[in-house]
């Protein structure tokens, strides 16, 4: 396997790698084996492409960062339009330092429970920050950048990752491109989560586009406590992304909170510090390893551990 791709700049964004050049650092991250089975399913082999060596820390700097040419390429920002978005954190951070990095103002809602680290993250780049009630969960940090946007229409874009095509087609040109050549072609199953929908219909499609039989592996994160980032979509009233293209998945793993902090207990002691989510997705890998014995599992690092200090993720370790 080749730890390194080199997936090329679309030409279209050209001209703004040129204008911002620290926008060559997101993408093209590094693969790396993770080795905590390997006694145990020794004919396994497990990869993870570390998502939180991209300069805002996360996975969300990929999809973000081409939303946010694209509008520019439309003319949807640039003329003092404000960039408005929910997230429960990790795409704010890249919508603050994006917006920073091309002097575009930004807002960003988040519900009151997100991290202090994110929510100092986002206001470090200048962004104005927005709270909403954390018991009415993720869902209402949504509807409330909804509501902002359509009594403000002319002051804000609303980014809407939720729905905006180009989150999802970002993976679909990038992290699943990169994950074809680092494997040489041999994944045969990708483990994601769902919080927008983007990374897990954007990989799926184009790994079932170039690879007969790969399979597509959802975690299924539990209602509460919950895990930050992801979406059970279980409940009645649960917003579906509208990008998501649920035809991609072939199985689901549920995954608890417990689950996801063993799981990065695990990587730390491997000397891998990722956050929950990635926790969550290693469990799902683990669930994955049991049941096929053999192949090539390839997941993702979402993002780095030190974004959980604040929530009691590592406390007793």
């Not at 030409?11 to 060559?24: G, I, M, Q």
């Given at each position: 396997m080749n730890p390194f791709?080199?997936?090329?700049?679309?030409?279209?964004?050209?001209?703004?790698?040129?204008?911002?050049?620290?926008?060559?650092?997101?993408?093209?991250?590094?693969?790396?084996?993770?080795?905590?089975?390997?006694?145990?399913?020794?004919?396994?082999?497990?990869?993870?492409?570390?998502e939180y060596t991209n300069p805002g820390g996360s996975l969300k700097d990929r999809p973000v960062r081409r939303m946010l040419l694209e509008a520019l390429i439309e003319g949807k920002i640039g003329k003092g339009q404000v960039v408005l978005d929910s997230s429960s954190?990790?795409?704010?951070?890249?919508?603050?330092?994006?917006?920073?990095?091309?002097?575009?103002?930004?807002?960003?809602?988040?519900?009151?429970?997100?991290?202090?680290?994110?929510?100092?993250?986002?206001?470090?780049?200048?962004?104005?920050?927005?709270?909403?009630?954390?018991?009415?969960?993720?869902?209402?940090?949504?509807?409330e950048g909804h509501r902002i946007a359509d009594r403000e229409p002319d002051i804000y874009f609303h980014c809407d990752q939720y729905a905006n095509e180009h989150n999802w087609r970002s993976h679909y040109e990038t992290t699943a491109p990169e994950i074809l050549v680092q494997t040489d072609g041999r994944i045969t199953h990708f483990v994601g989560g769902i919080g927008t929908g983007g990374t897990i219909t954007g990989v799926g499609r184009r790994l079932k586009k170039d690879i007969s039989g790969v399979e597509i592996v959802q975690i299924i994160p539990e209602d509460f406590p919950g895990i930050e980032g992801l979406k059970p979509l279980e409940s009645p009233g649960d917003i579906i992304p509208k990008i998501l293209d649920q035809s991609v998945v072939d199985q689901k793993v549920r995954v608890s909170s417990m689950d996801a902090a063993r799981m990065?207990?695990?990587?730390?002691?491997?000397?891998?510090?990722?956050?929950?989510?990635?926790?969550?997705?290693?469990?799902?890998?683990?669930?994955?390893?049991?049941?096929?014995?053999k192949g090539v599992i390839v997941t993702l690092l979402n993002d780095i551990g030190e974004r959980y200090m604040s929530t009691g993720l590592w406390e007793a370790r």
């Open positions: 791709a080199s997936i090329p700049i679309e030409p279209r964004y050209a001209e703004f790698h040129k204008k911002y050049p620290a926008l060559d650092l997101i993408g093209n991250t590094r693969m790396v084996e993770i080795l905590c089975f390997k006694e145990e399913f020794p004919e396994v082999r497990v990869y993870a492409k570390a954190g990790n795409a704010g951070i890249a919508y603050a330092m994006l917006g920073a990095m091309m002097n575009v103002p930004v807002q960003i809602v988040v519900p009151g429970n997100a991290s202090k680290e994110r929510k100092l993250r986002i206001k470090a780049h200048g962004a104005t920050l927005i709270q909403t009630d954390p018991l009415e969960g993720y869902d209402e940090a949504l509807r990065c207990a695990i990587l730390a002691r491997y000397g891998i510090f990722a956050g929950q989510s990635s926790g969550a997705y290693l469990h799902g890998v683990y669930e994955t390893a049991r049941r096929i014995r």
